[in-house]
């Protein structure tokens, strides 16, 4: 391995751990700033069982022995016991949450991936003419509206009004208009950028000259062409794939999907800091790893990129 490309590693490596460092120390302070506090929605508690229930989940001690307890704790993974869920362990929650929500976030990524690439291409063949004037306008317009909004108007029209598919996530066939939601915006999004690279590879020299060497058109597009425009889409992919997993959270709540978004949102209502925490760290942590894979990815796919 390279030395330099060693060095990068490393330093990329320690920035994340220096990243993960801050998230949950931002985190852990401003869960323990929010006014109130996790059993006040209990039926009025006597002092006694407050008493009890802090002890049992370390309330009690001051915010800094709290402090220094989570860090050694969050260190081995040990995220403690959710509030709200009784009796189970808040990893266990988030791993059984992120099962749901990583099957629905890979599919939309492949798909935002594929027909992407596949549309701005073709939007860049065809630059300036009908084709590629209805596939900006369309990537413009789902660009500019974000998940939530998409999801809405998906559940309102083909759930509520046409009824092709279920309101509920959990019914057969409940996945695919959150999976189309969520896939939309980062779609449309690679065809722009999609679209935009290659309009640049294709006016290159060596493209005009495989062309004049009558090289089938097919063959100059997706061998020579899509394969030196790739590069911004690798990039981008990394942090889609992130944007996707944590945009899933709300999306999930809106088409009844049982996946770690329905855990997060009631977690925050009911004050659940465990589980607010853990889950917040654990996104955290994918956001910054799917960062790392996309720079090594963007790294070994043009090798003339300087890592400095």
């Not at 083909?158 to 057969?172: C, D, E, R, Y």
Request: charged share 15%; glycine share 6%; hydrophobic share 55%.
């Amino acid at each position: 391995m390279d030395k330099k490309f060693l060095y990068y590693l490393i330093k990329r490596v320690l920035l994340a751990i220096v990243t993960i460092f801050l998230v949950v120390t931002i985190t852990f302070f401003t869960m323990q700033a929010i006014p109130g506090g996790p059993f006040l929605s209990e039926k009025s508690p006597s002092k006694e069982t407050m008493a009890a229930l802090e002890a049992k989940y370390g309330l009690d001690k001051s915010m800094g022995e709290q402090y220094l307890t989570y860090l050694k704790d969050v260190a081995t993974l040990n995220f403690g016991p959710s509030i709200k869920f009784r009796g189970q362990q808040v990893m266990d929650l988030i791993l059984e949450g992120f099962a749901v929500s990583a099957k629905i976030g890979l599919i939309a990524a492949v798909i935002a991936l594929v027909f992407g690439m596949v549309f701005g291409s073709i939007a860049a063949v065809f630059h300036d003419k009908l084709v590629d004037r209805i596939i900006m306008v369309l990537s413009t317009a789902f660009v500019a509206m974000p998940s939530f909004l998409i999801a809405t108007l998906l559940l309102l029209i083909f759930a509520v009004n046409l009824k092709w598919f279920p309101t509920n996530g959990s019914q057969a066939g409940g996945l695919v208009l959150p999976i189309i939601s969520l896939a939309l915006y980062p779609m449309s999004y690679t065809i722009r950028l999609t679209r935009s690279s290659m309009l640049d590879v294709l006016g290159q020299d060596y493209i005009r000259t495989a062309k004049a060497k009558g090289v089938r058109p097919s063959k100059v597009l997706f061998k020579h062409a899509l394969k030196n425009a790739v590069t911004p889409v690798i990039t981008y992919a990394g942090p889609m794939i992130a944007f996707i997993l944590t945009g899933s959270l709300v999306v999930e709540e809106i088409f009844a999907v049982h996946g770690l978004g329905s855990f997060f949102v009631s977690s925050i209502i009911n004050r659940d800091y465990p589980m607010v925490m853990g889950t917040t760290i654990f996104l955290a942590v994918i956001v910054i790893i799917m960062m790392l894979i996309s720079d090594v990815l963007y790294k070994l796919v043009d090798p003339r990129v300087d890592l400095s």
